[in-house]
């Protein structure tokens, strides 16, 4: 997933829990950039389409952007699914979020064909828990620490 | 989170050889089913396709020893085939493709996305400035073989398939 990706994808979940446009703040805090680095990449996400700033309410998606961003959020459902269910990862999220920069969404569509996903992905993933609502996993450490 | 594209850390690049290794699993687990259902009923019709699926079950195979030589140098585990096989199996064992296109469009995904996980691989090594328990250079060497390999094996599926146009 490029970077592009994993802006849009922030920006999606971030737009869902506040019902409205991204905070800059919030979408910095949230990829973990300076706030000069998401007012850089929103303007490239401007320019190409995927999505409009509005001055001192935040960034909010277009219908194109809402796209990608929702295939980018089942690239990702797909990661944290695999690495939960298949490798037995634990630390499945904090891996995930390391992962999903060099996983690309065709490589996610292959490790998809072995994993059970829900028909409603990604919907069904909680920006709460970072992670699919849905998603069983065999070990009970990580859940019950969390 | 991290945004970007390099690999950071021994434990990073263990997981990645690992997605790597499950990915061939899957490829060899794909390209063996699809052999067995030839081999019910249609294997004396086309050679061409049986030697295709032959031949990316056992590069497959190969490129796992590969990659668990890498692996063994970063002290990660590896993940049994047979565990995959079983989840392909699973997965796939009831939806077959139904004929020969549905298995050579299947195969050129298989290279194509293997091609392009090592390409990002590679890529996202060569971002990277950390030092890696195993040397650069062999890793490095190693992946853009099997990449090399992969684009081999997209151009003639590719071929196959235009001949058959």
């Given at each position: 997933m490029n970077t592009a990706d994993q802006y849009l994808k922030a920006i999606y979940l971030i737009q869902q829990a506040e019902d409205g446009p991204a905070a800059t703040g919030k979408l910095a805090d949230r990829l973990d950039v300076s706030p000069a680095s998401a007012n850089e990449m929103i303007g490239k996400l401007e320019s190409r389409g995927l999505a409009e700033h509005e001055k001192y309410k935040g960034v909010k998606l277009t219908d194109e952007g809402i796209v990608r961003a929702r295939d980018a959020l089942q690239t990702y459902c797909i990661i944290e699914r695999f690495l939960a269910?298949?490798?037995?990862?634990?630390e499945f999220r904090s891996e995930a979020r390391e992962l999903e920069a060099v996983i690309d969404g065709t490589v996610a569509e292959r490790l998809d064909t072995i994993i059970e996903r829900r028909p409603e992905c990604p919907d069904c993933f909680d920006p709460e828990d970072d992670a699919c609502a849905c998603l069983e996993v065999t070990f009970e450490e990580e859940t019950i620490a969390d | 989170m991290s945004v970007g594209?390099?690999?950071?850390?021994d434990h990073q690049l263990a997981r990645l050889l690992q997605i790597g290794i499950v990915l061939e699993e899957v490829v060899e687990a794909r390209a063996h089913h699809h052999y067995q259902s030839l081999a019910e009923e249609d294997r004396d019709l086309d050679d061409e396709i049986e030697s295709l699926l032959e031949h990316a079950a056992e590069e497959s195979a190969e490129h796992r020893n590969a990659l668990e030589e890498l692996i063994a140098g970063l002290e990660a585990d590896s993940v049994p085939f047979e565990e995959i096989e079983t989840l392909v199996e699973a997965q796939y064992g009831q939806t077959k493709p139904e004929d020969f296109d549905g298995i050579l469009y299947d195969q050129l995904c298989n290279e194509e996305t293997a091609y392009k996980f090592y390409d990002d691989l590679i890529k996202a090594i060569e971002d990277s400035d950390v030092e890696f328990s195993v040397d650069r250079a062999t890793l490095l060497s190693v992946l853009r073989d099997l990449r090399a390999a992969e684009r081999d094996g997209v151009e003639r599926v590719t071929t196959i398939m235009e001949e058959r146009a």
């Open positions: 269910n298949v490798l037995a990862v634990e | 594209h390099s690999v950071t850390s």
